[in-house]
């Protein structure tokens, strides 16, 4: 259902906007910002009827990169940064630096707000001050002006029991708009727009073992210690020299807070000596002490445990947002711009199904601005094997924000024990040991480290009717390790944005398509982990273990622990480390994972949509980035 708007003369809705001084205003042409609307999703929900106009939303719209005259373009200097031997190689950028380089000035910000101001759509004021960035703003205002002002319709939509709101056209903007004195492409400036679908299927990637009555009864945690992980995929002897993560700072991004004395209490129960500080930061207004029991917060838990756990001299900063489409672009804006880490981890995500084109682009865009000042960024790849929209969308799918370009995507391995005794040690990855995976009523042998997918459980679910893999597909959820090639970071992406998706990835078989994941660590629950958390709904204060943890939520903290202790081993941080990654693997840097599927694609030799360059072996991984590093 369409309204028709007419674009009406602005002169005559003109009224003074918050935060700005008055000035003449006047539109004439206008053009379509592109890739805006949701068209998959879309696609499979119900059409409900015409939007309420007095429905209040809230905006993130985003800017695009200044093309400076004195420096390559953001995309340029950025693949400069992460080759040797070129002049920018690791000269990374202060985000005032970044600002003054690459962002919209001032005079082009305001003329948007003042254009925006004449429907009534204002900035939005937390803590007393605009949520504003260097890439973008939120705004917020009622529905029937922002279609007055983008020249969309907005409608009532149905999809998987969710109600939402969305927009089934492209918004328009003016290329050109006087204020102040002065003309302004509006539509150039904008590089996308946020919530005006408020479809949100954001999720943290944790998984737990199925059919265990027994998890959340353990007197204390069951699963992989920090130290067995470390010793796992050789980290010990990075941290035996005193190599720790001294002097780097990680930032946990997520949409849940939790309980800092957890962390705590989890490092000193597995005997881990911490060094460093722990802080949080709340994004757009967002409480760092909110309660209530949820998983949420155990996935906030997990990432600091973890991370914190490998590296134990690093900092940690835990950046809080609100679960809204904006708050997360926000999140990941929040964490550029103060320019507090050198890496940088999250576990949450959703399948690209659900997201226009523009949304992963303003995501990116923050991604972009991390590397050029020098973090390394990294996202979980997802639990939903190739089909990341599952059950909505059962084709193949995979996770964004993993699947951007300016990401490190961390998937999935299983990684079985040496027997069956509580705790034992993990078998060594690469080798072809064969060790056991406990599984409700006994174990299952396993030769070698493999991709994660369920299909050794297979046998234990033939006594319901399940015999194929095809079949489990069909009727279980498909768990394991998300990995497959983007449907929207490709060779024919939207302008601006089809030269970022490979230009550091080689060896996918796909070379149409940014190919996730980049790299992986044991995520499966059933060689898994135990979170501590006194605020789930599965604890109390006084006892807060929960077993048969997993997920690629395990792989991402670990990883970024893994990036701190070879940011202090090489004496710096490495930025969009992705190229040196793949350049390097073939040195020894990497176990090769070759076994395993994540019900459709197989782990194999080298790059793989499974496990990526495979788990690593970080004592080796860091004497190849040295010689990378050296040109």
């Given at each position: 259902?369409?309204?028709?708007?007419?674009?009406?003369?602005?002169?005559?809705?003109?009224?003074?906007?918050?935060?700005?001084?008055?000035?003449?205003?006047?539109?004439?042409?206008?053009?379509q910002?592109?890739?805006?609307?949701?068209?998959?999703?879309?696609?499979?929900?119900?059409?409900?009827?015409?939007?309420?106009?007095?429905?209040?939303?809230?905006?993130?719209?985003?800017?695009?990169?200044?093309?400076?005259?004195?420096?390559?373009t953001?995309?340029?200097?950025?693949?400069?940064?992460?080759?040797?031997?070129?002049?920018?190689?690791?000269?990374?950028?202060?985000?005032?630096?970044?600002?003054?380089?690459?962002?919209?000035?001032?005079?082009?910000?305001?003329?948007?707000?003042?254009y925006l101001a004449?429907?009534?759509?204002?900035?939005?004021?937390?803590?007393?001050?605009?949520?504003?960035?260097?890439?973008?703003?939120?705004?917020?205002?009622?529905?029937?002006?922002?279609?007055?002002?983008?020249?969309?319709?907005?409608n009532?939509?149905?999809?998987?029991?969710?109600?939402?709101?969305?927009?089934?056209?492209?918004?328009?903007?003016?290329?050109?708009?006087?204020?102040?004195?002065?003309?302004?492409?509006?539509?150039?400036?904008?590089?996308?727009?946020?919530g005006?679908?408020?479809?949100?299927?954001?999720?943290?990637?944790?998984?737990?073992?199925?059919?265990?009555?027994?998890?959340?009864?353990?007197?204390?945690?069951?699963?992989?210690?920090?130290?067995?992980?470390?010793?796992?995929?050789?980290?010990?002897p990075?941290?035996?020299?005193?190599?720790?993560?001294?002097?780097?700072t990680?930032?946990?991004?997520?949409?849940?807070?939790?309980?800092?004395?957890?962390?705590?209490f989890?490092?000193?129960?597995?005997?881990?000596?911490?060094t460093?500080?722990?802080?949080?930061?709340?994004?757009?207004?967002?409480?760092?002490?909110?309660?209530?029991?949820?998983?949420?917060?155990?996935?906030?838990?997990?990432?600091?445990?973890?991370?914190?756990?490998?590296?134990?001299?690093?900092?940690?900063?835990?950046?809080?947002?609100?679960?809204?489409?904006?708050?997360?672009?926000?999140?990941?804006?929040?964490?550029?711009?103060?320019?507090?880490?050198?890496v940088?981890?999250?576990?949450?995500?959703?399948?690209?199904?659900?997201?226009?084109?523009?949304?992963?682009y303003?995501?990116?865009?923050?991604?972009?601005?991390?590397?050029?000042?020098?973090?390394?960024?990294?996202?979980?790849?997802?639990?939903?094997?190739?089909?990341?929209?599952?059950?909505?969308?059962?084709?193949?799918?995979?996770?964004?924000?993993?699947?951007?370009?300016?990401?490190?995507?961390?998937?999935?391995?299983?990684l079985p024990?040496?027997?069956?005794?509580?705790?034992?040690?993990?078998?060594?990855?690469?080798?072809?040991?064969?060790?056991?995976?406990?599984?409700?009523?006994?174990?299952?042998?396993?030769?070698g480290?493999?991709?994660w997918?369920?299909?050794?459980?297979?046998?234990?679910?033939?006594?319901?009717?399940?015999?194929?893999?095809?079949?489990?597909?069909?009727d279980?959820?498909?768990?394991?390790?998300?990995?497959?090639?983007?449907?929207?970071w490709?060779s024919?992406?939207?302008?601006n944005?089809?030269?970022?998706?490979?230009?550091?990835?080689?060896?996918?078989?796909?070379?149409?398509?940014?190919?996730?994941p980049?790299v992986?660590?044991?995520?499966?629950?059933?060689?898994?982990?135990?979170?501590?958390?006194?605020?789930?709904?599965?604890?109390t204060?006084?006892?807060?273990?929960?077993?048969?943890?997993?997920?690629?939520?395990?792989?991402?903290?670990?990883?970024?622990?893994?990036?701190?202790?070879l940011?202090?081993?090489?004496?710096?941080?490495?930025?969009?480390?992705?190229?040196?990654?793949?350049?390097?693997?073939?040195?020894?840097?990497?176990?090769?994972?070759?076994?395993?599927?994540?019900?459709?694609?197989?782990?194999?030799?080298?790059?793989?949509?499974?496990?990526?360059?495979?788990?690593?072996?970080?004592?080796?991984?860091?004497?190849?980035l040295?010689?990378?590093?050296?040109?």
């Open positions: 259902m369409k309204r028709v708007w007419a674009i009406a003369s602005t002169t005559a809705l003109l009224v003074t906007p918050i935060i700005l001084s008055s000035g003449s205003a006047m539109a004439s042409q206008y053009g910002l592109k890739g805006n609307v949701a068209h998959a999703l879309l696609a499979n929900s119900t059409i409900k009827g015409a939007a309420s106009t007095s429905a209040e939303v809230t905006l993130f719209v985003g800017f695009n990169f200044r093309v400076p005259n004195h420096m390559p953001l995309a340029g200097y950025i693949r400069d940064t992460e080759t040797p031997g070129n002049a920018y190689f690791h000269k990374f950028l202060t985000a005032a630096a970044f600002q003054s380089t690459y962002a919209p000035s001032s005079n082009q910000v305001n003329a948007l707000l003042n004449q429907y009534h759509i204002v900035p939005v004021i937390a803590n007393g001050q605009p949520v504003q960035y260097p890439l973008g703003v939120n705004v917020s205002g009622s529905v029937g002006n922002v279609e007055k002002a983008f020249s969309v319709s907005m009532n939509y149905t999809s998987g029991g969710k109600s939402f709101i969305a927009n089934d056209q492209n918004p328009s903007l003016p290329t050109s708009y006087t204020y102040a004195g002065s003309t302004y492409d509006l539509q150039s400036l904008v590089s996308g727009v946020a005006m679908t408020t479809y949100n299927a954001l999720s943290s990637q944790v998984q737990q073992q199925q059919n265990v009555s027994n998890l959340n009864s353990q007197g204390g945690p069951v699963g992989y210690s920090p130290q067995q992980m470390a010793q796992a995929y050789q980290a010990s990075l941290l035996k020299k005193g190599i720790t993560g001294k002097g780097v990680i930032g946990v991004a997520t949409l849940a807070p939790f309980v800092p004395k957890d962390a705590a989890f490092w000193k129960y597995y005997g881990i000596h911490r460093g500080t722990v802080a949080e930061v709340g994004v757009d207004g967002q409480s760092t002490t909110a309660s209530g029991k949820g998983l949420g917060g155990s996935e906030t838990s997990l990432d600091v445990e973890r991370s914190g756990a490998m590296a134990p001299g690093a900092n940690i900063v835990v950046y809080e947002a609100p679960n809204t489409n904006p708050g997360f672009i926000d999140l990941y804006d929040a964490v550029a711009t103060q320019d507090k880490v050198q940088m981890t999250t576990s949450w995500g959703e399948a690209e199904f659900f997201v226009p084109f523009s949304y992963a303003l995501l990116n865009q923050a991604f972009m601005q991390g590397a050029a000042e020098g973090m390394t960024m990294m996202a979980a790849s997802g639990d939903s094997g190739a089909y990341d929209g599952y059950p909505t969308d059962k084709n193949l799918a995979v996770d964004t924000p993993a699947s951007s370009p300016d990401i490190l995507a961390a998937g999935g391995t299983t024990m040496v027997s069956s005794a509580p705790n034992a040690n993990p078998i060594t990855p690469g080798s072809s040991q064969t060790g056991v995976i406990p599984v409700p009523g006994g174990t299952i042998s396993m030769t480290e493999q991709g997918g369920w299909q050794y459980l297979l046998p234990y679910y033939a006594n319901f009717g399940v015999h194929t893999e095809s079949q489990w597909r069909r279980i959820y498909p768990v394991g390790s998300t990995g497959g090639y983007s449907a929207l490709t024919t992406s939207p302008a944005a089809s030269s970022l998706y490979s230009w550091w990835q080689t060896g996918t078989g796909n070379s149409g398509a940014r190919g996730v980049d992986a660590l044991n995520a499966d629950p059933f060689t898994g982990y135990a979170i501590y958390d006194t605020n789930s709904v599965y604890t204060a006084s006892q807060g273990w929960t077993n048969g943890w997993g997920g690629t939520s395990f792989a991402a903290p670990q990883w970024a622990g893994i990036v701190a202790l940011d202090q081993y090489l004496n710096g941080p490495q930025g969009l480390i992705n190229a040196a990654l793949y350049g390097t693997a073939k040195n020894g840097g990497f176990h090769s994972v070759t076994q395993g599927n994540n019900w459709y694609y197989h782990a194999a030799p080298g790059w793989n949509p499974v496990t990526g360059l495979g788990t690593p072996d970080v004592n080796q991984l860091a004497k190849s040295a010689i990378w590093n050296q040109g």
